[in-house]
């Protein structure tokens, strides 16, 4: 099965700029979509379609990607934005088509 | 905006079969797509499977022999028959909307989860 690989975790110190990869065969050809999740909560979609945000987003959330690599960016971090952080894709060329990479938890140091 | 909310048994024993439901609301449920994710303890999310409108659904390979998902438009639900549980399906289990196509889909909308126990 498809395979989204994500780092397991991510430091920065306020007011920098975070960037959480998510990298896999074909993502170059592929719409990702990110995540934000804080602990006991559900996930809430940031970036859609590579870079697509929904309503409500702080521009500081913004998605790219090069290559087989996405990448989520988070400018001028807040304590607030400490959170995991998952990549999905939709993989058509097989029967399991929602793919979730692994997550990357953000430390705001 | 759509709300989900799910319910179901909290405990499970070793072999039971774990039904879930989620209750749609706030959106019509046409012309997307429902699915439910679930989430191990401090591990990240596992997609379970997705029912389309239509009735056709899409299942996790690693699951599907045990799993069944399924709409219910006349009651606005979407349900989750988990069969032969074990201590592997422990885990917080997510009902969302999806957005997109065939070849396509992100979601836009989550419940809150329900977390399931599997224990003797």
């Known amino acids: 099965s498809y395979v989204l690989t994500q780092p397991p975790s991510v430091s920065v110190a306020p007011g920098q700029t975070a960037r959480i990869a998510c990298g896999g065969n074909n993502v170059a050809i592929k719409n990702v979509h990110w995540y934000q999740q804080k602990p006991g909560q559900a996930p809430v979609l940031v970036v859609y379609?590579?870079?697509g945000r929904p309503s409500g987003i702080p521009e500081r959330f913004s998605g790219s990607k090069s290559g087989n690599t996405a990448t989520l960016t988070i400018s001028r971090v807040e304590a607030g934005d400490e959170a995991d952080y998952h990549c999905?894709?939709?993989?058509?060329?097989?029967?399991?088509?929602?793919?979730f990479g692994g997550g990357t938890k953000l430390t705001a140091l | 905006q759509a709300q989900l909310h799910e319910s179901g048994p909290g405990l499970l024993k070793p072999s039971e079969t774990l039904s879930l439901t989620c209750a749609l609301s706030?959106?019509?449920?046409?012309?997307?797509?429902w699915s439910w994710i679930r989430q191990s303890p401090g591990k990240g999310l596992e997609w379970i499977g997705c029912?389309?409108?239509?009735?056709?659904?899409k299942y996790n390979p690693s699951l599907k022999s045990r799993m069944t998902i399924s709409i219910d438009s006349s009651k606005n639900a979407l349900s989750l028959k988990l069969r032969s549980v074990t201590a592997a399906d422990m885990a917080i289990y997510f009902c969302?909307?999806?957005?997109?196509?065939?070849?396509?889909?992100?979601?836009?909308?989550w419940g809150r989860g329900t977390l399931v126990t599997v224990s003797s």
């Open positions: 999905q894709l939709w993989d058509t060329s097989s029967d399991h088509p929602g793919v």
């Open positions: 706030g959106a019509p449920i046409s012309n997307y797509y």
């Open positions: 969302a909307r999806g957005t997109g196509d065939d070849t396509n889909g992100w979601y836009d909308y």
């Open positions: 379609d590579n870079s």
């Open positions: 029912v389309y409108y239509s009735g056709n659904t």
